[in-house]
């Protein structure tokens, strides 16, 4: 950049000397000035042209460094979502699917059976709920509490109605063919009975046990972060 700006400069110097040297002699000294600063300002102008032209094959080459970058992004993106699951690991995540639509239903069923019968004789529930307002509600349940909950939040059913559905499966792993972890994003969408709508993701964590190829849960916990409208107060 130093090189560019001496440049410049540089018919400003000239301009000094030839000045000075034309108090003595205001005829050839006076023409050589002029057609030095012509020739210096032509040179000037060009080496503009230039680096005007070299910054943007910079900045083109830069825009098709970050697509390249973006593209094989999303590539790898796209073999880790396409990544083979083992059949075991497939009936597995479609546990994911069965109490998604149970939880859907139980509003309308008005029975937790469905529900429960998803989960192990002994098993842990956590649901953290963040509304946005960043208020936030806890709640913990167990094998005796939780089927309490569900059936206050069927009872309380005209307060909100709520359809969830799969957002993406984040992560599937069984060991040995008998200890299984699934991580998911849901998405729902709720009306309040007033009519106002809340939106949020859960992101959901379930840990469960196959029992001769039929899998029960022993954890379920869930974050829901709420992005639009206040999360009604379902609270027993």
């Known amino acids: 950049m130093m090189k560019y700006l001496n ?11 030839l000045f ?14 002029e057609a030095t600063i012509d020739s210096l300002m032509i040179a000037n102008s060009s080496l503009q042209s230039d680096l005007a032209e070299k910054e943007g094959l910079i900045a083109s080459n830069q825009n098709k460094l970050d697509s390249l970058a973006a593209y094989y992004h999303s590539q790898i993106e796209a073999m880790e979502d396409k990544k083979a699951l083992t059949p075991t690991e497939k009936k597995f995540s479609q546990l994911v699917f069965q109490i998604n639509n149970a939880i859907s239903r139980v ?21 953290v709920e963040i509304s946005i307002s960043n208020e936030v509600n806890v709640k913990r349940g167990a094998t005796k509490t939780f089927p309490e909950q569900l059936q206050f939040f ?10 969830t559905k799969l957002k993406k499966i984040l992560k599937v792993e069984v060991r040995n063919d008998e200890l299984g972890v699934l991580l998911y994003l849901n998405e729902t969408n709720a009306v309040k009975a007033n009519g106002d709508k809340l939106r949020y993701e859960s992101l959901v964590q379930i840990v469960a046990k196959n029992f001769n190829g039929v899998w029960k849960i022993g954890n379920y916990s869930s974050i829901m972060l709420t992005d639009v409208g206040e999360l009604p107060k379902l609270e027993n």
């Open 7 to 17: 440049l410049k400069i540089l018919p400003l110097i000239f301009m000094v000397i």
């Open 20 to 33: 000075c040297s034309c108090s003595k002699d205001d005829g050839g000294l006076a023409v050589k000035f």
């Open 107 to 127: 509003q309308d069923s008005k029975k937790t059976d469905e529900i429960l019968s998803f989960f192990n004789d002994q098993y842990t529930t956590n649901i």
């Open 154 to 163: 069927i009872d309380n059913s005209h307060l909100i109605t709520l359809k």
